[in-house]
Structures are given as C-alpha cells and as structure tokens.
C-alpha cells in the first residue's frame, strides 16, 4: 500500500456534466500529481499542484482544473464532461516537486455515457 | 503523448520463468522507473535506475539501461503467478512523469 486513497472507486456520469474526483496524499508530501490512463495506454500527465499552486500542466484543456488543499487532500474537476474523458484517473504524490518517485493511489475509474 | 514503446505488448509465461520486457525512449534522462499495475488499479514503483549506471537488481528483479540505444530492459526471474499485472517504464521530465504504452504480462500455473 502506498497511503495515497482516492475517491470514489468507480463512477458513471452524463455527457455535459461535471465531476470531481478526489485524493488524499500521503503525509508530509506536498506536491499531488494527476494522471488519464484511457483503456490500453499509459498514464498521461494532467498537472501537478505543489503547496497549493499549480506546478505544471500537461496537454489538456481548461476545463480539467484542480485544487489541492493543506490537510494533504486534493481534487480533479472536469467540466463538460466528453465522451473521452472516460479513463482511470490516477492521483500520485511524492515527498517534493522534486522527488524522483511518485505513490500511487489506486485510481476512479469514470465512465462518461 | 507517450514517451516510448514497451516491447512486447503482451507476454504469457509459465510460472518459474523468465520474464523479459524492453522499453525505448526518446528523450535525454536523468533516470528510468519502471511500475507495475495490477488490473486497471493504481501503479507500484519497482525500481530506478540512474543514468549512469548500467544494471540494477532488487529482489527477483534485474534491470539494464543502455543511454546509447534509449533503451531499458526489466527481467524478472522465476515468475509467480502473482507476477500478472502491466509493467510501465516511465522517464522524468521537469515535474511529470512520461510513460510507455505497458507489457501486459500473465503467469500461468
């Protein structure tokens, strides 16, 4: 187990509708990261959050956008939800933006109909 | 977009074999990581290797970096059946981790 939880485990959402979708960090780690992983691919960078800021962003649209918060939990919002947002969302956190390895949670698995 | 290309895409073995799976990349590294991920569930770190170094054990697990080819590979000796899972290797670039598309490895009794 590497600490880090997500919520909810699975979740089934409309085309247009918003959802958030939840991490709590280890610890001590003050940097989250988040990851799309479609069906049959690997993870894709969405962004990262260090203290609170966000640290970087990988190729998608505004209206994926994110929080993290000082009790070490975070949040993915997406907005307009598409037909392709449905993936497994991974959170990930490490110790600093640093850090080499990043812990893994076990992922929310949203479906988008 | 990915960084690279794990080769093969899938591999069945049979329990107490070897098992061993490549990766390319594309970019100049720091280091290589490789993951494990169990049925669609959240990634394990295995191992990292640094740019300068050129072979890696951790328990049944060997790794090798050539920074020539930009390439990796993961060996895993004896398999269990507990070995099924997609194994990723990922590279670092400024805060993100940039991962290949998986071998997806089963160990069959």
């Known amino acids: 187990e590497t600490g880090v939880t997500q919520s909810p485990t699975h979740l089934i959402k409309t085309r247009g509708q918003q959802v958030t979708l939840r991490c709590s960090s280890q610890?001590?780690?003050?940097?989250v990261s988040w990851y799309q992983q479609a069906l049959g691919q690997g993870p894709q960078f969405i962004f990262q959050?260090?203290?609170?800021?966000?640290?970087g962003r990988g190729n998608f649209p505004p209206r994926f956008s994110g929080l993290q918060f000082p009790n070490y939990s975070s949040e993915l919002n997406v907005n307009a939800l598409e037909l392709d947002d449905s993936a497994l969302y991974l959170c990930?956190?490490?110790?600093?933006?640093?850090?080499?390895?990043?812990?893994f949670g076990p992922g929310t698995r949203l479906t988008v109909l | 977009s990915q960084q690279g290309e794990e080769d093969p895409q899938a591999l069945s073995i049979q329990e107490g074999e070897n098992a061993t799976m490549n990766c390319s990349y594309k970019?100049?590294?720091?280091?290589l990581q490789w993951y494990r991920q169990n049925s669609g569930r959240g990634l394990v770190h295995l191992i990292l290797?640094?740019?300068?170094?050129r072979e890696k054990h951790s328990g049944r697990l060997r790794v090798t970096l050539d920074t020539s080819k930009k390439s990796s590979s993961l060996l895993i000796t004896a398999s269990r059946a507990a070995d099924t899972a997609s194994y990723f290797c990922?590279?670092?670039?400024?805060?993100?981790?940039?991962f290949g598309t998986g071998t997806q490895l089963k160990v069959e009794l």
């Open positions: 990922a590279t670092r670039g400024g805060n993100k981790l940039t």
């Open positions: 610890s001590g780690h003050n940097t």
């Open positions: 290797i640094r740019s300068n170094e």
């Open positions: 970019t100049s590294i720091n280091n």
């Open positions: 990930a956190s490490s110790p600093d933006r640093g850090s080499d390895t990043q812990y």
């Open positions: 959050y260090y203290r609170e800021e966000e640290n």
